[in-house]
C-alpha cells in the first residue's frame, strides 16, 4: 500500500505516493522526484552534502523522514535563481571559484542560503560554522569561506536593487 505525501516543494505543491513514510527525504527527492541537485554522501547526517531547507531551516535530507515533510515547505538547489539569474550564493561560489568537483556545493549553497534567511548579517563566526558543516574532499575552505563572505556582499547588494526598483 502506498501513503500520499503533499508537501511544498521549490514553491510548489507536490503530491506523491510513497511506500513508506519513514524512507528519507533523499530518496525521495533524488528518486521520486528526479531532483538530483541534492547529493547523496555519507548517509549517516554527517557530511552536509544532502542539506536541504524545510521551514527556513538547513536538515540533512539523508536522516529527515519523508514523512515528516508532510504540509511542510521544502526548498532544493534546483529551486534557487529565476528569471533574473543564479541565486547571490549560487554567484559568490561562482565568482570566488569555490568548488572544485562541485559535489558538495549544493549543500553549502543550501545550508548558506538559510543561514543568510534568516540572518543577512551572520558575521565571520557563523558563516565558519555554517561552512564547517559541510565536508569539502577537494578544495580546502579557503575558496568556501571566500564564497561565503562574497555570498554575504551579493546578498546585501541584491537586496538593495530590489529596493531601489
Ligand atoms: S549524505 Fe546526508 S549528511 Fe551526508
Ligand atoms: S568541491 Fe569537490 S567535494 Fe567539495
Do not use: W
Amino acid at each position: 500500500m502506498s501513503l500520499p505525501l503533499r508537501f511544498r516543494l521549490n514553491q510548489e505543491d507536490v503530491e506523491i505516493h510513497v511506500q513508506d513514510p519513514t524512507v528519507p527525504l533523499l530518496d525521495v527527492l533524488r528518486g521520486d522526484l528526479g531532483l538530483t541537485g541534492t547529493k547523496s554522501g555519507c548517509a549517516i547526517g554527517y557530511c552536509g552534502a544532502c542539506t536541504v531547507v524545510v521551514d527556513g531551516e538547513a536538515v540533512p535530507s539523508c536522516v529527515q523522514m519523508a514523512g515528516l515533510v508532510e504540509g511542510r515547505d521544502v526548498r532544493t538547489v534546483e529551486g534557487l535563481g529565476g528569471p533574473d539569474g543564479l541565486d547571490p550564493v549560487q554567484n559568490a561560489f561562482v565568482k570566488c571559484s569555490g568548488l572544485q568537483c562541485g559535489f558538495c556545493t549544493p549543500g553549502h549553497v543550501m545550508a548558506l542560503r538559510a543561514l543568510l534567511d534568516e540572518d543577512p548579517d551572520p558575521g565571520e563566526e557563523r558563516l565558519r560554522e555554517t561552512v564547517d558543516g559541510n565536508y569539502c574532499r577537494c578544495t580546502g575552505y579557503v575558496k568556501i569561506l571566500d564564497s561565503a563572505r562574497e555570498a554575504v556582499e551579493l546578498e546585501r547588494a541584491a537586496r538593495v536593487a530590489r529596493e531601489a526598483r
